[in-house]
């Protein structure tokens, strides 16, 4: 997937709530709106990068989209900011990419 667009990474969103990952787009923003369309919750939304070439390793995910910037949940920068979600996210894409 990362060759056919970006070369290095996939774009990918999760839905922390309904435990669903959409990935391969262009945008993030594709991505959010495909699973906002099929039920997700804006809240609920975070967008990623994933590194295949250091699968498994520390910058295997990378936490930076535009979606993610939400002064009203408290996040007010590209990365998401909360430690506790980082690490849901994290749990999630070890569960359903890494396994």
Partial sequence: ????????????VV?????LIAVD???????EAFLLGDGSR???????NLY???FGGDSFIE???MINIRPSQGNRSRS?????TRS?????????VVA
């Avoid at 998401?80 to 506790?84: I, L, N």
């Fill in 63 to 65: 936490f930076d989209s």
């Fill in 52 to 54: 295949p070439d250091d």
């Fill in 42 to 48: 804006q809240s609920d939304l975070w967008g990623i």
């Fill in 25 to 31: 787009a262009d945008m993030h923003a594709d991505e």
């Fill in 15 to 19: 839905d922390l709530d309904r435990e």
């Fill in 1 to 12: 997937m990362a060759e056919g667009r970006f070369g290095n990474l996939v774009k990918a």
């Fill in 88 to 96: 849901a996210i994290g749990s999630l894409i070890q569960r359903l």
């Fill in 80 to 84: 998401v900011d909360d430690p506790v």
